[in-house]
């Protein structure tokens, strides 16, 4: 599934390509939308350009000249593609703008029910973007304020760092990938960490989240840039999807268990169940 660092890459691409654009239609194709406000979102949309584009954790926001946006949630396999650049033919798609110049921004392999139309002065205090807890690109994402949320925390720490209420934006790929860097077990009590060990996670996911934005995001599953391009995130993973197979650091074969129902990959020895010291470190990083 998309997370933050892929859906950042979206709205930094849709902002250079989109801003100012005039939409010229909106055709709806999803056969069973009768709760999608088609007729509203075409008086929001046709005639009028696009003058923002902005993210709420996972989720995109385009706004429209005239006070409306649309929230769009790329759920598993989401794809939103530009034609041209992209040349080739989006899949299943469910809604398409279409801008003066010909332009066309569509998205596919998502229901209509994930796509929402509001206000725009009302997206905020929405409820699904209003819950979503601090975003961890933000300078006042500091170990402070990690701290602070995980002393409450008594379920796993992966699960914590899911908990879209909590931490905006993290899923179920880059939380591995960052309790590695951090060398803790995912099923350790959140509320259990120490001071050194909060620090190191918390670096640890500034760090990782920039790894995925400089590799272009992860498309092991369905996603792609808005040109159709690939990101190249999954090539690197040191511990997603690599059960059975020697740790990179340790050469510890690594695990496969579930946390919280959801398919969680680890070293077994890089990241005792124990609290560790902070001496020894898989991480690429020194920062701490
Ligand atoms: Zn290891």
């Not at 979206?10 to 250079?16: A, C, G, P």
């Not at 670096?203 to 920039?210: H, T």
Request: hydrophobic content about 35%; some cysteine.
């Amino acid at each position: 599934m998309p997370e933050l660092p892929e859906v950042e890459i979206l709205r930094e691409e849709l902002r250079r390509e989109v801003i100012g654009r005039r939409m010229k239609e909106v055709a709806v194709f999803e056969k069973t939308a009768s709760q999608f406000p088609v007729a509203q979102l075409r008086e929001a949309a046709e005639g009028r350009a696009i003058v923002g584009v902005r993210r709420r954790g996972k989720m995109l926001i385009l706004d429209f000249e005239g006070g409306c946006s649309l929230i769009i949630h790329l759920m598993m396999v989401g794809q939103l593609l530009l034609s041209p650049p992209f040349t080739g033919e989006p899949r299943d798609i469910c809604l398409e703008l279409k801008f003066a110049d010909r332009v066309r921004l569509t998205l596919g392999q998502v229901r209509l029910k994930y796509v929402h139309l509001l206000p725009t002065a009302e997206v905020d205090s929405w409820p699904p973007v209003a819950k979503l807890g601090i975003d961890p690109l933000e300078e006042s994402f500091t170990v402070d304020l990690l701290r602070r949320l995980f002393a409450k925390k008594r379920g796993a720490i992966k699960t914590t760092l899911m908990d879209q209420t909590a931490i905006a934006g993290l899923g179920n790929v880059y939380t591995d990938e960052i309790l590695f860097r951090a060398r803790l077990h995912p099923q350790r009590r959140a509320s259990d960490l120490s001071e050194e060990e909060v620090k190191r996670l918390h670096a640890s996911i500034v760090a990782e989240l920039q790894r995925g934005l400089e590799l272009g995001g992860s498309s092991e599953m369905a996603f792609l840039h808005l040109d159709g391009s690939e990101g190249c995130y999954q090539e690197s993973f040191q511990v997603k999807g690599r059960k059975g197979r020697p740790c990179l650091v340790c050469a510890t074969p690594i695990e496969r268990i579930k946390v919280g129902g959801r398919g969680t990959y680890f070293c077994p020895q890089c990241q005792s169940s124990s609290q560790s010291s902070s001496s020894s470190s898989p991480s690429q990083s020194s920062s701490s």
